[in-house]
């Protein structure tokens, strides 16, 4: 088995005040490499009051634009149904679905074994 390298962190998923339904967030700073395995999550945002809500909102995490030695990107989208309600930092009018506010994310990469 070869050795395996890699490096984990955290970063915010911003939808921002007005509701969208799409967001992404360019992770920089770490050495990844072209054949790197990398693995992403909702997770919470240390002293915000609605980390439980947001670690169950049906949102779509994928991973897109490595650059070798740079970074990635991390795209989110929204894939819950209308909501009418104010819930998940949801606001739905019926129509399309979308989302606001800050989610957290973790991160983690490592080379094939």
């Known amino acids: 088995m070869g050795l395996q390298t890699g490096e984990c962190g955290v970063a915010t998923l911003d939808f921002g ?17 072209p054949e790197a395995f990398i693995e992403v999550h909702l997770a919470p945002i240390p002293g915000q009051p609605n980390n439980n809500e947001h670690l169950v909102a049906p949102i779509e995490l994928r991973v897109g634009d490595i650059v070798p030695g740079a970074g990635f990107t ?34 983690a990469w490592r080379t094939p074994s």
């Open 17 to 33: 005040a007005t509701p969208s339904a799409e967001a992404s967030v360019v992770v920089g700073g770490t050495p990844i490499v």
């Open 74 to 107: 991390v795209y989110g989208r929204w894939v819950g149904g209308p909501i009418p309600q104010r819930r998940y930092g949801v606001q739905g009018s019926g129509l399309a679905p979308r989302t606001v506010g800050e989610f957290g994310i973790a991160w």
